[in-house]
């Protein structure tokens, strides 16, 4: 990393984040849907393809590294090709088409020509395991399966003689394994064009689009149903909203990174369904795992994460600048002075002297960083899907990165409430077009277009939901501000009740324990019990530059190793002191169990995006929880 002192240009997204004007949208509720009236997504679709067929839409790497990609007349081309096919396999207006298959361009084409059918299109976690996939199926009545490959068929045929729905399987990477009874990609696609102009006015606003499948962490999972007149409704809030905060005046060509399940909404909203709408360059990425290599290469201009994936990134990059102490101490200097200056920019209260102070320490610090992380062109970065660490938050703003935190859920097709102009801590104000307010219990309560149609075959489970005014009971409870942001303090069936009889909030106890810079996952554990104590997972980053500054090597430096390591305890057993210090002696966690293998999304232990399954880390680490509690 070069340290020079040139002058830096104040970079356009700052300017925009830091205008006190921006604020949440005055569009109403009747307003959005006005505007609306009568659309269907393919209706939409065919309205972008009119106005720029050229744009590039999407970006993928081939088998030997290199990129290639399609316009969105390719892909109305792919579009037009697949409705003629799944035409001809029967699929009409009412049906349901499984989608099962990694973040890949097929996926695109495929899930518009099922709408363009007047059909809906189901995606469904690649982990599924076969029980899942029968329940799925059976829930939703699918009569066609599109697989990516081999192991996802094998999981599909345990089960087939239980989805008696099921009538075609297709497959998109075929090899000889798979029979002749089941279809190939390739030959759908080679099928003549239908006419999409005619096809667009088959689906109406009221039927269902998709259908969102909840995690099922408390239950069976139950599934959203979300119409045409939904995602129509959100992607006219959403887009207002973000043309109004940010420089952004046209989404066509910005690129975005897809790389999270399209099965969650999050990810099919602002890496599917705004390619349709916007003409955004979506660049897909298949494995998770890979997408800080691919931002690197990308530099996205639109970047989501769960805050798994910011907190790696913060983790990563203090653990190089760890290894180079005269790097070190300067850069963080350079944060903690650009820490208040960023606060005033934000809200429009800073002075010039504080602003071009700010613009000499991204000069000479922070303008080197971003490149490396991908982010220097980022216009929008956006957090959901659970609480971010409010400090990594203003971090990542700090150092130029216009990071904010975004609420909804599967319920609100994704959105409820953003605001670029963000307050660490806080996850924005409402979107355009969306009511919302609290329940005399603090509950988060909200109302508009983008509210689901209810839970599929579930009318007493939507009934809990959806009150007789409308009202979506979220399940969260919150607090408001003087400004309208909202703070989500914790999920109502979450709360943590201990012996005593404290409610307490864990989303917020394990914010802070992600402080502690070895840490990088925590859960606390106290359910019924005398205190408050933790389950915590060493960072790799973290821990590897740890490792690497003690002289430690091979077995010794391995994260099971560090977390036994006595230095290692001492050092976050010293830290929970600081890190508990914001909360009162019955709140704060009292003991700690350190873990040495990073906890992986879509597993036991974590939901497809990261989320805690408190279900599971109590299960699998049984007898770890009950050390706690009797040494």
């Known amino acids: 990393m070069r340290w020079n002192l040139v002058r830096h240009k104040q970079i356009n997204h700052l300017r925009s984040a830091c205008d006190p004007r921006h604020t949440r949208g005055m569009t109403t509720n009747a307003e959005l849907a006005e505007r609306i009236q009568g659309q269907n997504i393919p209706q939409r679709f065919l309205a972008n393809l009119a106005e720029r067929p050229e744009t590039s839409v999407l970006k993928w790497k081939t088998s030997d590294g290199s990129w290639d990609g399609k316009t969105l007349a390719e892909l109305a081309d792919d579009t037009a090709r697949l409705t003629t096919a799944l035409k001809g396999l029967g699929v009409k207006r009412g049906d349901r088409v499984v989608l099962m298959l990694t973040n890949r361009q097929e996926f695109h084409a495929l899930d518009l020509a099922v709408l363009f059918c007047g059909a809906t299109a189901v995606s469904i976690y690649n982990s599924s395991a076969p029980n ?57 696609l080679a099928h003549e064009p239908a006419d999409l102009a005619v096809e667009a006015q088959t689906a109406q606003p009221e039927d269902l689009a998709t259908i969102i499948y909840t995690s099922g962490t408390t239950g069976d999972p139950k599934g959203v149903m979300l119409s045409h007149r939904n995602i129509a409704w959100t992607l006219e809030s959403v887009g207002e909203s973000m043309r109004t905060q940010t420089d952004i005046d046209d989404f066509a060509g910005k690129r975005h990174i897809s790389y999270l399940p399209m099965a969650h909404i999050m990810e099919r909203l602002l890496g599917h369904y705004y390619l349709v709408d916007f003409a955004t360059e979506v660049t897909c990425c298949p494995n998770t795992a890979e997408v800080a290599a691919y931002a690197a290469e ?132 409402a979107a355009s077009g969306v009511e919302m307010k609290l329940a005399e219990d603090g509950e988060v309560l909200a109302r508009g277009g983008n509210m689901f149609e209810g839970y599929l075959g579930l009318p007493d489970k939507t009934a809990e939901t959806i009150d007789e005014e409308g009202w979506v009971h979220t399940g969260d409870i919150g607090e408001i501000d003087e400004d309208g942001y909202l703070k989500i303090v914790d999920r109502k069936k979450e709360l943590i009740i201990t012996a005593g009889g404290k409610n307490i909030s864990p989303a917020n106890l394990e914010a802070a324990l992600k402080m502690i810079p070895l840490v990088g996952q925590a859960c606390a554990i106290g359910e019924k019990r005398p205190f408050v104590s933790a389950l915590v997972v060493l960072d790799p980053d973290a821990g590897a530059a740890w490792a690497a500054s003690k002289g430690l090597s091979g077995e010794d430096a391995t994260l099971p190793a560090l977390a036994t390591n006595p230095e290692v305890v001492a050092e976050i057993e010293g830290a929970l002191v600081e890190a508990m210090s914001g909360f009162n002696g019955a709140e704060s966690v009292k003991k700690v169990k350190i873990l040495g293998d990073e906890w992986m999304p879509d597993s036991e232990l974590l939901t497809p995006t990261a989320k805690l399954k408190r279900r599971g880390i109590n299960s699998v680490f049984e007898s770890e929880i009950e050390e706690l509690y009797t040494r």
């Open 132 to 188: 899942q996939i029968e329940y799925l199926v059976n829930n939703c009545g699918a009569s066609v399966a599109i697989l990516e490959g081999p192991d996802f068929l094998e999981r599909f045929l345990k089960v087939k003689a239980q989805i008696p729905t099921i009538e075609h399987i297709a497959v998109i990477d075929a090899d000889d394994s798979v029979g002749d009874d089941v279809l190939r990609y390739a030959d759908l």
């Open 298 to 429: 990308v530099h996205p201009h639109v970047f989501i994460g769960v805050p798994r994936v910011w907190e790696k990134i913060y983790a990563g990059v203090n653990a190089v600048l760890s290894a180079d102490p005269e790097k070190a101490g300067p850069f963080n200097e350079a944060v903690e002075a650009a820490l208040p200056i960023m606060e005033k920019m934000t809200r429009g209260t800073a002075t010039e002297e504080e602003i071009e102070t700010w613009k000499f320490l991204d000069a000479v610090a922070f303008s080197q960083v971003r490149p490396l992380v991908g982010l220097d062109e980022a216009q929008i970065c956006i957090s959901g899907a659970a609480p971010i660490p409010a400090e990594i938050l203003a971090w990542f703003r700090a150092i130029g990165v216009p990071l904010s935190e975004g609420y909804g859920m599967s319920e609100t097709t994704a959105v409820l409430s953003w605001s670029n102009a963000a307050k660490p801590g806080t996850v924005g104000q």
